[in-house]
Structure formats: C-alpha cells, structure tokens
C-alpha cells in the first residue's frame, strides 16, 4: 500500500496528471446542481420536523425497517426501504433489495411534512418533476458521522438524486478511498461544500462513475441530510 501526507491512504486520483484529474472534475462537475433554497427560518422548522422523527423512534412509533441505527449515523426510511447488505447473508453492491411495499418488511409512508415542506419548495423549483419523489431517507450524523465511498445503486434508484442539508453544513467528496482501523480516507478528486438549506442534486457522471462520501472531518457538528430519490 501507498500512503500519501498524514498517512493517508493514495487512490488512482493520486496517479493522476492535474490535466487527467482537470478531465475527471468536469465530468463530476456537470452532474452536480445546486441551490440554496431553505432560510434560517424554514431549516429551523424543518430541524423540528426531524426532532419529532427522532422522537418517534425513540418511542417505538415507527414500523422496524423504517429506523436503522448505528452509533454515529441514524437512518429513516419513509416511502420505499432498501437493504443493503448488514442484515443478510449476500452484502456489497449490486446486492441492494428493496422491501416489499405491504406487511412485515414495509416502512412508513413519507411523512406529509416532508411533502409539504422539503418536495414542494423543489417543485416550485423546477428542481424535480411532479409525483417524482417516492423514497425520503433522512440520515442523522453524529459528529464524526461519516458515509463511506459508494454509488447510489442504479437497480434501486433513479438519478436525480437530491438531497438537503439541515443542522450544519458538510462536504460531499467524490473519489475517495477509504481505509478502515483505523478509519483513513484520501484526498478527494473533487468535494463541494453542502451548506444547511442547500439542495444538491446529482446524476449523470457524478452518480454513475465515481463514488461519493462524506469523511468524518467534514462532520464537525450534527448534520441531518433529507435524501429524496425515486
Ligand atoms: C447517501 C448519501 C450523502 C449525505 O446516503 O447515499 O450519499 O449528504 N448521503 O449525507
Ligand atoms: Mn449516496
């Protein structure tokens, strides 16, 4: 293995001419939207919108698919759920299922606040189609929190995906490879900042050809992330 300054771990990035990585950013780049389009004042609503779904779980209130903790990272499953591996015997890409619409493994409908508050505001937008939007994942992070590389799965999911910042701002980073034990990632071809309110939307090359993280050093406080998907 290769380590690069501060012992971190080198990817195919690090092999690079700035020109070929130049190449590589703008590809990344046209796949990448973003608008900011929650205030203070509509993001400290929304924070106790997600306060409440803490809450609720907390409680027991929600089916069991629809809540996943882990220790620095919750998720919220509402509309559609999909496992990806920790709970089954098959796990890694291409392994993702979605659960059943009815019955045991279903999880909660999206909650009409997130219509009403988050897919509105998108719609008027333009962001996104009508009726699009039908799997809302809230991920809770802890400081630390982090979401290793990996793509959307394409069988799961179509692109756009959007997501939507509250609590405090990150970073998305494109490229990284990650090291575990202790827990190392390498510099990224490309990361953009993911302000509180802000919209990011990605597609194309962005979603389908490199992965994308957030690395523990760029969730310095609580984060909440509201991902809308089809
Ligand atoms: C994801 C993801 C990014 C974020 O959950 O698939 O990429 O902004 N999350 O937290
Ligand atoms: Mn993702």
Excluded at 31 to 59: M, P, T, Y
Excluded at 81 to 87: K, N
Excluded at 142 to 165: E, N
Aim: proline share 7%; charged share 25%; with cysteine.
């Amino acid at each position: 293995r290769e380590y690069g300054k501060g012992g971190k771990p080198k990817s195919k990035y690090d092999f690079m001419t700035i020109d070929e990585k130049q190449v590589e950013v703008d590809k990344i780049r046209t796949g990448i939207k973003q608008r900011c389009l929650f205030n203070d004042s509509a993001c400290k609503e929304i924070e106790a919108k997600i306060e409440e779904v803490v809450r609720k779980a907390a409680n027991g209130e929600y089916k069991k698919n629809t809540v996943d903790t882990a220790p620095l990272r919750n998720k919220y499953f509402f509309g559609e759920g999909y496992t990806y591996g920790s709970h089954m015997e098959a796990r890694g890409p291409g392994m993702e299922r979605l659960y059943p619409k009815e019955g045991e493994e279903s999880v909660d409908p999206i909650p009409e606040w997130i219509h009403e508050m988050v897919v509105q505001p998108l719609l008027r937008a333009q962001l996104i189609p009508p009726d699009f939007i039908n799997s809302a994942v809230i991920n809770d992070y802890q400081p630390g929190g982090c979401i290793v590389s990996h793509i959307d799965p394409y069988h799961i999911f179509d692109r756009p995906i959007v997501t939507v910042s509250f609590f405090s701002s990150s970073a998305l980073s494109f490229g990284c490879k990650f090291e575990f034990r202790p827990i190392r990632v390498s510099n990224p071809v490309l990361s953009v900042k993911l302000p509180r309110g802000g919209v990011t939307l990605i597609s194309g090359f962005a979603a389908d050809e490199i992965t994308h993280c957030i690395r523990p050093q760029d969730t310095p406080h609580r984060r909440a992330v509201v991902i809308l998907r089809r």
